[in-house]
């Protein structure tokens, strides 16, 4: 998680740097950035620029809201800040661009399992510690960015004898020219999802600098975030390791990023769920439905009839139909050329005939049971109260759909049919059974 800091120092409007206040500044990563000033100022600003007391290193922070009156003299001021930039001063928001961005995820380091450290004797007298540090695994995703994987390390010694070597590893983004923080923060977000489908545990940033120019030192950014859950990485229960990726990883993270545009509303559907600590099974269930039709929609058809034939048919109907109900009927006739739900899903299993034949062999009972649960909860329609879901049969069918989603993601960045198949079935085939028969 992002690191805890506060510090006594002065702060001004960049408008006004001559008016100076004393104040604190306190953040952690749930409750964000809050400044105590001991008087407030005349005018509210979005930005506030301060150096910390007595080391002097730069300070600013963005997106200020005052949490109490302003302009009041000598009236104690605080002020709610969404983001911290520690070793820069900025003015205004378009100053806020970097050259490249670094951050160090939780479970990246697990998950890539690569390490520099190599040790000799361990068990004699004699014992050699070496270390080279792993080289950079760098992918240009697209004309205008490259993501690199960078590895870093920090030594520690102390007079009990101690000496300590630890490792870490940054996902860095390096785009063409500067850009500013949104877009940094948005490419950031897919690669926490790759790691997030890759591990199957949430991935949360633990620390991020940008770098604004050769001349200026590290820029450390900090914001308000969910409190992260303590879990790490475990190889055996990832759906892939990055040794299953490794001889094509350039090209697997390419179309990751490539397909980030298309495929973005299913993995806020898809992540989302993940992301949310306390979601309710309902609501993860319509998540996982929602992801399925949306990626259908884009990635396979959402046509029953060419539009040439479906406009034709539409015209038929209403030229037969009374002028006094025509409009209505329009309206009704909107979307009736899209595949409802039961013909996307069984479309989406036929992608995936030997994996989904393996994980759910009552393929038709399973289709059946997800639309009677989706149209029961979504129109609340009591006559498919009794054919909907119980809580332990929606728990089987939600874990069932995330499957196919996963399935339909790993497809995209280039997995092929035996290859999906296999990790699959190893991640999912016993946990599956085991839930079939609680």
């Known amino acids: 998680m992002l690191k805890e800091m506060s510090c006594l120092g002065e702060w001004w409007l960049p408008s006004n740097p001559d008016k100076r206040a004393r104040g604190k500044l306190s953040f952690n990563q749930a409750s964000g950035a809050i400044l105590d000033l001991e008087e407030g100022f005349a005018e509210h600003s979005k ?11 730069k300070i ?15 009236i104690p001021y605080k002020v709610f800040a969404h983001r911290v930039f520690l070793g820069a001063h900025f003015s205004q928001d378009s100053d806020i661009k970097f050259n490249s961005l670094h951050c160090q995820m939780s479970n990246l380091y697990e998950w890539l399992s690569k390490s520099g450290v190599k040790v000799e004797g361990a068990a004699g007298k004699k014992v050699v510690i070496e270390y080279n540090r792993p080289e950079s695994i760098s992918v240009s995703v697209n004309p205008e960015l490259s993501v690199s994987i960078d590895f870093r390390n920090s030594f520690s010694s102390n007079v009990n004898g101690q000496i300590g070597l630890e490792e870490h590893a940054f996902a860095s983004f390096y785009p063409k020219e500067a850009r500013n923080l949104d877009e940094y923060f948005r490419w950031m977000q897919h690669f926490r999802n790759f790691l997030c489908l890759a591990t199957q545990i949430v991935v949360f940033p633990k620390e991020i600098y940008g770098v604004v120019s050769d001349e200026l030192p590290y820029v450390e950014v900090l914001y308000q975030l969910d409190a992260p859950i303590n879990t790490k990485a475990n190889t055996f229960n990832s759906l892939f390791a990055f040794k299953d990726v490794e001889t094509k990883f350039e090209s697997v993270l390419r179309n990751w990023y490539t397909k980030l ?3 973005e509303p299913v993995c806020q ?11 309710y099974l309902n609501l993860r269930f319509l998540c996982m439905v929602q992801a399925l039709e949306a990626y259908h929609r884009v990635a396979v058809s959402n ?4 539009n040439q034939k479906h406009e034709e048919r539409i015209a038929s109907i209403l030229n037969t139909t009374p002028l006094v109900h025509r409009e209505w009927l329009r309206d009704k006739l909107v979307y009736s050329n899209e595949p ?3 013909k996307r899903l069984k479309i989406l299993c036929n992608m995936f005939p030997t994996t989904v034949k393996a994980l759910i062999p009552a393929r038709k009972l399973f289709i059946n049971k997800v639309v009677d649960t989706r149209n029961y909860m979504t129109h609340y329609d009591l006559a498919l109260k009794n054919k909907a879901a119980n809580q332990k049969e929606l728990f089987l069918i939600t874990e069932e759909l995330r499957v196919i989603v996963e399935m339909c ?3 995209e960045v280039g997995f092929n049919t035996d290859e ?12 599956l059974k085991r839930y079939s028969l609680q």
């Open 409 to 411: 993601l790993l497809h």
């Open 303 to 306: 046509e029953e009839l060419a």
């Open 420 to 431: 999906i198949n296999s990790l699959i079935l190893k991640h999912y085939q016993e946990r």
């Open 60 to 74: 600013t922070l963005q997106d200020c809201i005052p949490l109490s009156l302003v302009g009041l003299p000598g």
């Open 340 to 342: 409802n739900l039961r």
């Open 47 to 57: 930005i506030i620029c301060g150096v910390s007391l007595p080391v002097g290193r």
């Open 269 to 279: 559907l898809y992540f989302g769920s993940h992301y949310g600590r306390f979601v």
């Open 261 to 263: 545009d298309m495929f």
